[in-house]
């Protein structure tokens, strides 16, 4: 660890995010006027970083906040709707395996770092946050040919190679779960959109119901593969379409962009089971909190933001994390199911026979769901966005005074 970690506290692992030190602002922080905020590709790393842009913009209405993505991210869709300013360079993705793409990677790489260097300099920023994803590596070496320093968020439990590159190159290291092992970093929890902490559930219900043609007589699960959708989710409920309808469950399936799937297909016209219950399908949730407040209960990968989300409004959710990747899912979701807030199922294991035996039963038992909701609900992440404002602050200052 530097002497600047040091300084500043260094690692905080003890702290849980909920209730964790918020770091005080030193009385000489600078007031900021430009941020470059890094992050993209899936949802999983914009949604931080829009809840981060959001509180920067509550604290100093005028600061100037420029978002580097990359091209073809979610971002470009995102970020621009949100209202704020977007600038994509070229998606720069590490080789995994020595092909055309891989020989191409370090004239891509350089372009990347280049037009990234143009951002910053142009932006005149004062601090670059990055949140991960493959343009975070450029970002942070602009960063360091610019000389401004650098703020990193980890939303995983396991830190991706984007936040180990940053981590090299920075002491304000801010992770999401009591899991995360990395030296210098501070447990501050996952920042989140306001349209979530501020989630009145019961509030939003009825409209929530209405505006997806769902009834409040019958409970009702989201099916969620986070941002870009899961395969397996959607198949083991497309096999149990049937049966939830029988058995007086509504469902909210967000399949994914493409994904989409009808869920009439496979029934006769008299649907024999004699089930009335909604099956909705929509390809993506632009306003995630309307699902939310129609659930009682979530089924959904366990990408960071999904298990906080969910955690944070108090949602049950079963959780079937991604069988690839670094095993990340499975880390994320592991306090809020050690908790006693959710079920975790191997993603093999998912079929639709579970959805059947296991899923629909639980939907029905409101007294279970109300413990697990509980117990979910007491993870935290409320402040974490503050938290990471308040720790940007102090990047600044301490690169001011150096
Ligand atoms: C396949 C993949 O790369 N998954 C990763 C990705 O997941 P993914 O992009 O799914 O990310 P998360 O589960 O963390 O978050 C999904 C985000 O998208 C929002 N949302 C989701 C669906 C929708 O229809 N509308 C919507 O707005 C959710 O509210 C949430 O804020 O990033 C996560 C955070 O780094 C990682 O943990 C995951 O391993």
Known sequence: MSDTAAEHGGTDSSARSGDGVVPARSSDAAALTSVVL??????????????????????????????????????????????????????????????????????????????????????????????????????????????????VHEGNARPGLATRLGARFTSFIATTFSATKLPGA???????????????????????????????????????????GAARINEAFAGAVAALRSAGVQVLHVTGRGKEFDPDAGATAAKPDGGDAAY??????????????????????????????????????????LPIGNGEQRLNCADVVDAGGAIVVDNADFTADYVVQQVIPLAKNADR???????????????????????????VSAAARS
């Open 38 to 151: 890094a992050g993209g590709g899936t949802a999983g790393h914009i949604s931080p970083l829009l809840a981060t842009a959001d509180a920067l913009r509550r604290e100093n209405p005028d600061v100037r906040i420029t978002v580097v993505g990359s091209v073809g991210g979610l971002e470009e869709t995102i970020v621009p709707e949100r209202g704020y300013d977007l600038k994509v360079i070229p998606k720069a993705a590490f080789p995994r395996r020595p092909d055309l793409a891989a020989l191409r990677f370090p004239l891509t790489f350089r372009r990347a770092v280049r037009q990234a260097t143009d951002v910053v300099r142009n932006a005149e920023a004062d601090v670059v946050v990055g949140f991960g994803g493959y343009v975070c590596p450029p970002a942070f070496l602009a960063a360091r040919r610019a000389g401004v320093p650098i703020v």
């Open 186 to 228: 501070r447990l501050l929890g996952m920042p989140l959109r306001h349209e979530i902490t501020g989630l009145d559930r019961a509030a939003l219900r009825p409209e929530a119901l209405r505006e997806f043609g769902l009834t409040d007589a019958m409970p009702t699960i989201l099916v969620t593969g986070g941002s870009l």
């Open 280 to 321: 909705v399908v929509l390809p993506y949730a632009d306003r995630m909190e309307l699902c939310y407040a129609a659930a009682d209960l979530v089924v959904t990968r366990a990408g960071a933001n999904m298990v906080c989300e969910t955690a944070s409004i108090g949602l049950p959710a079963v959780f079937v994390p």
């Open 369 to 395: 769901l109300a413990l697990m909701g509980a117990a979910a609900r007491a993870q935290g992440h409320g402040e974490a966005d503050e938290k990471l404002v308040a720790m940007i602050h102090e990047a």
